[in-house]
């Protein structure tokens, strides 16, 4: 059996199921892989057996890029939070998609199942996102594609960002001084 070594993934894509799994990013994911860069979608990424938050936590560490796809019950699960609080403290970009909700709109709601910290940490994450640029998008009015290929551009356009800096700083090492 070969032994290979699996590359990281350049996208992170954080969003709630029941809202947007079926739309958008599904749509998401599949234009970034046509265009070789390599998404983390839990549906598309884990297999049975993987650990839940092994996995995820895995993927949002090795990864460049979040994009956050918040929509109307977004805050109601521990793990959009989670994944969204470990983003930010990993202090990768986040590209914030706000689909059929404001940002103005996003508020936790403790239903008593996490601690006074994690929520101190959930709504520090939420303002962090809520005060990034993003997109907005509007499901019954806007159209699919536009949105798919803003967010596409955007994650691609930080990757060039990213690896030109990334490639300025190795320049600015290894010169002799």
């Not at 990281?8 to 892989?33: C, E, G, Q």
């Not at 049975?48 to 979040?66: T, W």
């Not at 990768?92 to 998609?97: A, E």
Request: charged share 25%.
């Amino acid at each position: 059996m070969m032994n290979r070594a699996i590359k990281p993934y350049d996208v992170f894509i954080n969003h709630r199921s029941i809202d947007t799994k079926r739309n958008v990013v599904a749509l998401l994911y599949d234009h970034l892989s046509r265009l070789n860069i390599r998404p983390f979608l839990d549906k598309k990424n884990m297999k049975p057996g993987d650990k839940l938050f092994e996995s995820i936590n895995g993927a949002i560490r090795q990864c460049k890029v979040g994009v956050a796809v918040f929509s109307p019950h977004y805050c109601e699960s521990y793990f959009c939070l989670h994944e969204l609080a470990l983003i930010m403290e990993s202090k990768k970009k986040v590209i914030p998609v706000f689909c059929d909700i404001k940002p103005s709109q996003l508020h936790i709601t403790n239903k008593g199942l996490c601690s006074a910290e994690e929520i101190q940490r959930f709504n520090w994450a939420l303002e962090e996102a809520k005060y990034t640029v993003g997109l907005t998008f509007d499901s019954l009015k806007g159209n699919w594609s536009e949105v798919v290929t803003s967010a596409s551009d955007i994650v691609i356009n930080s990757l060039i960002e990213m690896e030109n800096d990334k490639q300025m700083q190795s320049r600015k090492f290894s010169m002799p001084a």
